[in-house]
């Protein structure tokens, strides 16, 4: 008997050793990379899957002789979260537009020192200092786009112009409109030449009444599989971001894109380093090395969004600078407007939203 | 006449249930050959987005953190959890059914909620997210099931072997080195093949405790649906389909089958 509990003490002992053992070394290899010159430098990036050109991330851990850990969030509030715990060590983080402002208030960023990024001066000026961020001081701009109205000529046969061109009766079983509340009613209220942040209720009661009557029509409330949909020609037209037209375009020549006179939203997936990143400055090389003109022009024909860099321009493959739907979003960048906060306003938001999807 | 009726109706619906819990997986599985990037429409037959996973590094990167933390956590818990299955049957203790209850309960708690505290739990206590929080993760919710397992195997067991080998005056140690543990071995194989499988799926406890540099293969997935399902996700995620099947079947094969036993 006792020497079952001999034996038993001292594989639990080992045991305990093992397991503050593994949790030590993981806190232990991080450190020592900050420590010692010699070993490797590590960059903890959190970010959207697949938001970067593998290549251009292997040409920064070669340049700098680091390694760089990319981790990935579905969405802003995952990424909020995992900030706020505070036990994920981030050096770099790549919020939206309006988590941007969020995340200000809760004093969760810290403050770009601009004279360590001097590329980040390449961002043409429009983007320079978005609503979400007027000064610029916590954040740039990575990727950007507007929403828009995306069409198969097929069955579109006259190309839209205004949102009111989503009500035709023509295309009834056919429209999609994005699963995101700000965005549609967003789009309801500038189809009346409204802020799409808007919080006067009436306004937002016509944009709702609106909606409704287009309800019947829609097939979907669609983001994450919009693409699928109109490749596939279940969808003839609706709501949808620039770049994922470029995309669905590639792999259906039929479908066209155009950014209604009325106006529209404007977004951005940004860069930003969290409050206590324990590497800073090699998170700041990072942020200043991704707008090195040769470099974005580089990682952003990888991933098929707009260059917000002026000067990456003479870097750019003609087909990238022409193609209709990446510069039709650089002409029109004036008519979108950011969406912001709207505080309070939102529970009436929700509430239409509810309403809205549960009429079929 | 009316019972072949009603036999055939019951034939209809039990393959009506199995093909209603795996036409979704089959179909998955069917797309991750299609030649086209998109879902909707089948081009034709190609292995390319296999091979295309294999030199995507993110992925290569997400399973070997997977397989790193499923295979530390399986060690722990099958250590733990048969030490602990075999207090469990062989001693007489005070709040013995309390006790029990209490190593059931993290299979009965949603995970959602254990996820939480877990991260409530680690961000308290200023401990780091990563693997090594991951690992901890794992082995909390592995851990019950091995107990299950393995104290299924025991409870099966019969004891006059046990008897049998103090009778001969084997020491407790060899008992338990001779007899109790080959006898126990199928259970403790089950339980660690189990808890392996329930590591590598686990997406929701993961998801609360992950941090820099622990990213798992089912987070990264969730992650990449959300840029647009392509093919490269269903040939994913049939690998890791194969995989947990396999596993699971030669878990199954390794339970203790009390019927056969008994006839």
Known sequence: MKKTSYVVVTLLACLVLLITGCGNSGSKSADKATQNGKEKQVLNLFSWADNFSPEVLAAFEKKYNCKINYDVFANNEELLAKIQAGGAQYDVIQPSDYMISTMTKLNLLEKLDKSKLPNTANIVKSLQTPAFDPKGEYSVVYTWGMTGIVYNTKYVK???????????????????????????????????????????????????????????????????????????????????????????????????????????????????????????????????????????????????????????????????????????????????????DIGEAITQYDKYWTELKTIK | ???????????????????????????????????????????????????????NQRVIEALTNSLIIA???????????????????????????????????????????????????????????????????????????????????????????????????????????????????????????MSFTLSIDDFIISFFVAGPNSTTLPLYIYAMVKRGISPEINALSTCMMCATISLIVISQLLQPQHKSAKK
């Open chain 1, 158 to 340: 006259q190309a839209p112009t205004s949102w009111q061109d989503l009500w035709n009766s023509d295309y009834k079983g056919r429209v999609i409109l994005l699963n995101d509340s700000r965005e549609v009613f967003g789009m309801g209220l500038k189809k009346h030449g409204y802020s799409n942040n808007s919080t006067n209720k009436a306004e937002l009661d016509e944009a709702y009444a609106d909606l409704k009557a287009l309800a019947p029509s829609v097939l979907a409330y669609d983001t994450d599989t919009i693409k699928q949909k109109f490749i596939a020609e279940e969808a003839w037209i609706g709501m949808m971001w620039s770049g994922d037209a470029y995309f669905t375009q590639k792999d259906n020549p039929n479908i066209a894109f155009v950014i209604p006179k009325e106006g529209t939203v404007i977004w951005a997936d940004t860069f930003a380093i969290p409050k206590g990143a324990k590497h800073k400055e090699l998170a700041e090389k990072f942020i200043n090395f991704m707008y090195d003109p040769k470099i974005s022009a580089q990682n952003y024909e990888y991933i098929g969004y707009n260059d917000p860099n002026e000067k990456a321009r003479e870097f750019h493959a003609k087909e990238f600078l022409d193609n209709k739907i990446l510069k039709l979003a650089v002409d029109k960048v004036a008519q979108g407007e950011w969406l912001k």
């Open chain 2, 1 to 55: 006449m009316q019972k072949s009726w009603r036999d055939s109706a019951l034939l209809a619906y039990a393959l009506a249930i199995l093909a209603f819990l795996y036409l979704p997986l089959l179909i998955l599985a069917l797309y991750s050959f299609n030649d086209s990037r998109i879902n909707a429409v089948w081009s034709g037959f190609t292995f390319r987005w296999y091979a295309s996973l294999l030199n």
């Open chain 2, 71 to 193: 295979t530390i956590s399986t060690l722990v818990t099958t250590t733990l959890g048969t030490m602990a299955a075999l207090a469990l049957n062989r001693y007489k203790y005070k709040f013995k059914g309390v006790i029990n209850g209490l190593l059931y309960l993290p299979i009965l708690i949603p995970e959602i909620v254990m996820g939480l505290s877990l991260l409530v739990l680690f961000s308290q206590t200023g401990i780091a997210l990563g693997k090594g929080t991951l690992v901890v993760a794992h082995i909390t919710f592995c851990i019950s099931f091995v107990i299950i397992t393995v104290g299924a195997r025991l409870e099966g067991m019969r004891k006059d072997l046990e008897q049998a080998a103090s009778d001969l005056y084997a020491t407790p140690w060899q008992t338990f080195r001779y007899i109790t543990f080959p006898l126990a071995l199928p259970g403790i194989i089950a339980g660690a093949l």
